[in-house]
């Protein structure tokens, strides 16, 4: 076969999707305020949008049992949503009327504003950026220790190498040191600890109680932990009485002081489908449009620039910037109700959830939701992610809804959610005797009666899940609650 250059005419297919159909699949994905920010962009960049009025939208769905999902919801088959499918009621031949989509609901008025908790709450860095000035020697201190204060962890704790943090700023240990001795003095006490036994030091100093017999039980805290009170009192060389005053001045120290403050500065979660009974035992679902700004054409200033227009690249531009707008309506339209009919399809299924709690929460599935809606089961993934839900109940992420099943039969039914079992598990050890501490094969029986037929390594798994030690450390910790 001789070798050299030659041309080949190939056919393949291939799917491509164009820009706009890529950005349609991302605004699924994105929150309420990501998607408020998104179209802050979208105003500074094309000149024919303008935010409108929201306007209340009394046609919410209402889920009753057996209520099905809403049927203005148009359908998608596939993750990419055909968004040429939905209407939008536009006067092309007059400047009368608004030119866009209407909102998809309105804001509750009921329901408790969360979007101002902790919204304006002073983080733990700027608390002690504060107060450095007036405990620092010299403006070189004072630098060191915000230096140290940017790498703090949210509970106050120093956990980077202070020789490295003395390398990376080509300044001696000394001087490291006496920086860190400045954040440690600061308020609230504890912080700048580079660990447990340092930060229960720092209070106990603060507190004046850091005698000797203190400072040998805040070495030892790992007795502590395992229940060795007796060779504890030996080593304090105190007796019983005054070992549990001990305990109990430690015990109301804060071992994460810089969690009060919030650490660094967060957002507030805000939810983007507000939840409230309707009439009749049914449900009203609404998108929370607080957070979510209504778009519109300016139709009046799209008939001066046409008019304004005489050549033929004004005139394209014009066009283009038009196409854009409607594009971006008609995408923000469809996202409003492919999300409304997803959550209408949850909240039917989870309808135990929303009024019995968490104990009748059942196994589903992103496949379960998809087939119902009639959409690809990767849209479901894309529309429950970075969402909130907010009912009588609290706020809860929709992915929350989505659970495995545990002890169901081989068809798959009958199976119990495992954030039920997780919230029983849980009743039953803390309603335990302490003189009966439950073991995980008695946990397994007590399931057992209440129809949870779960294997005793289901049952340790979920328990260290949820951070619930064993029966021996469970009874350490509630003789540690006894003695003080």
């Known amino acids: 076969m001789a070798l050299g250059p030659r041309l080949d005419l190939r056919q393949s297919q291939s799917l491509v999707m164009t820009p706009q159909l890529q950005q349609a699949i991302k605004l699924l994905a994105l ?15 094309n000149p024919l949008l303008e935010a409108g009025e929201l306007r209340s939208d009394d046609n919410a769905p209402e889920i009753a049992e057996p209520a099905e999902p809403s049927a203005d ?40 504003g969360i979007e101002e908790r902790s919204s304006e709450e002073t983080s733990l860095a700027d608390h002690l950026r504060a107060q450095v000035g007036a405990a620092a020697g010299d403006d070189r201190e004072e630098f060191v220790a915000h230096y140290l204060i940017g790498l703090l962890d949210e509970a106050g ?11 990376d700023l080509d300044i001696g240990m000394v001087e490291a040191e ?3 001795e400045v954040v440690q003095t600061l308020d609230p006490t504890g912080v700048g600890a580079r660990n447990l036994g340092e930060c229960l030091a720092l209070q106990a100093r603060e507190m004046d109680r850091y005698d000797p017999c203190m400072a040998r039980l805040i070495d030892n805290l790992d007795l502590i932990a395992k229940g060795e009170f007796a060779r504890l009192m030996r080593m304090c060389d105190v007796d019983e009485e005054d070992f549990s005053d001990m305990l109990g001045e430690l015990r109301s120290y804060d071992p994460k002081p810089g969690l009060a403050y919030g650490g660094a500065a967060e957002g507030a979660v805000v939810p983007d489908i507000l939840i409230s009974h309707g009439d009749a035992g049914a449900w009203n ?51 409003q109700k ?50 909130y839900l907010h009912c009588d109940r609290g706020t809860f992420e929709l992915k929350y809804f989505f659970t495995s099943g545990v002890g169901a039969d081989a068809a798959g039914e009958g199976g119990a959610s495992s954030e039920s079992v997780k919230a029983r598990i849980k009743a039953l050890t803390d309603a335990e005797d302490p003189k009966k501490i439950l073991s995980d094969d008695k946990l397994v029986e007590l399931l057992k009666a209440e129809g949870f037929d779960l294997a005793r390594r289901t049952v340790a798994k979920y328990r260290e899940a949820m951070g619930i030690g064993s029966s021996v450390q469970r009874r350490r910790a509630k003789k540690l609650e006894a003695f003080s």
């Open 338 to 387: 492919t999300i409304l009919k997803t959550a209408s399809e949850i909240v039917k299924q989870q309808d135990g959830f929303f009024r019995k709690g968490v104990s009748e929460l059942k196994p589903l599935t992103l496949r379960e939701v998809a087939e119902a809606v009639e959409m690809h089961e990767s849209t479901i993934s894309r529309v429950t992610s970075n969402k």
């Open 285 to 335: 679902i609404k998108l929370n449009e607080a957070t979510l700004p209504r778009l519109v054409v300016n139709r009046g200033y799209f008939l001066e620039l046409r008019d304004g227009c005489t050549d033929k690249e004004s005139k394209g531009w014009l066009n283009e910037k038009l196409n854009d707008a409607n594009w971006l309506i008609k995408a923000l339209d469809q996202r």
């Open 31 to 45: 929150s309420n305020l990501e998607i408020e920010t998104f179209i802050g962009d979208a105003l500074e960049a």
């Open 73 to 112: 919801a148009p359908a998608a088959d596939d993750p990419a949503l055909d968004i040429d499918k939905t209407a939008i009621d536009v006067d092309r031949d007059t400047g009368d009327g608004e030119w866009g989509a209407a909102g998809a609901g309105a804001p509750s008025d009921d329901l408790p």
């Open 178 to 180: 006496r920086a860190l």
């Open 157 to 167: 704790y120093l956990s980077a190498d202070l020789r490295s943090v003395a390398l």
